[in-house]
Structure formats: C-alpha cells, structure tokens
C-alpha cells in the first residue's frame, strides 16, 4: 500500500500538446505535471501545474491573456491560481545566466481537470490574440480576408 502511493506520486502526466494555431503560429506547450512547482512557497496544496511560455508569442496574444478580466475569467472558470512570472526578453533571445526566465504563466490547481481546463481557455485566448493581429496586419495592407 506504501509503495503504490509513492508510485502514484512519482507519475508524471504527459500532457503535452504542441500544435500549430489555425493560422499556422505554432503554439508554447501546455504539459501538466504532478506535484507542486518548484517556485511555490507556503503551504502549497495544488496536485497539479503546468507552465506556459509566452513570452514568444505576437504581441497581442500575451496582452490577452494577463489582463485582469481575461485572468479573473479563467480562474473561476477552472478553479486554479495563475500567476505571471519572468521577464519579457526579446524574441528569440535567451535569458543570460542568473538573470530571470522569459515570461511565462504558472497554472496551479487541485486537480488534472482543473489545470487542463485552464490550459484550454488559455489556448483559445492566444489562438484569438494571434489570429486578432493576422486581421489587424491584413487590414492594414489592404485585404479583409472576405
């Protein structure tokens, strides 16, 4: 019974789903893992994270998501803790050594349901974020896609 719950413990949740948007921008990963996450502190009782760079991501699709309503919105919805950690590096650059990560969000939740629920608002708010500045740039040159 012992080593059947540590066993459980150790299992990873390999949830990894890597795709390219409908507009062909390949979208950050949106794995979930068991246990706490190493920048937790307190007494943390989450199960479960999942970590999602956007740093990377057009302009428009990381402004989409961390504004407070689009947050507000998608903790409630999916009863997790999403907090904002990192810093913007330009794209394509990598942070130096000792300096913070790029920007990423922490998605924390109870269960594997609650953070794949998050994780799935979360790609629908980039999806529209990016497909938002394809309309935008398309405009601007002239076509309306109709």
């Known amino acids: 019974m012992y080593g059947e719950t540590l066993e459980e413990e150790k299992e990873e949740v390999p949830i990894k789903q890597q795709s390219p948007s409908p507009i062909g921008f390949i979208l950050p990963t949106f794995e979930i893992i068991r246990g706490n996450s190493p920048e937790s502190s307190g007494p943390d009782k989450c199960k479960f ?58 998605v924390k939740g109870l269960t594997k349901q609650s953070v794949e629920e998050a994780n799935t608002i979360i790609k629908q708010l980039m999806i529209e974020g990016i497909e938002s500045l394809s309309n935008n740039v398309n405009n601007k040159n002239g076509t309306t896609g109709k």
């Open 49 to 106: 994270h999942s970590r999602i760079a956007i740093n990377d991501l057009p302009q428009l699709a990381p402004l989409k998501i961390v504004q407070r309503e689009s947050l507000t919105r998608i903790i409630d919805e999916s009863r997790t803790s999403i907090t904002t950690r990192g810093k913007i590096h330009q794209s394509g650059q990598q942070p130096k050594p000792n300096e913070e990560p790029k920007l990423y969000l922490l």
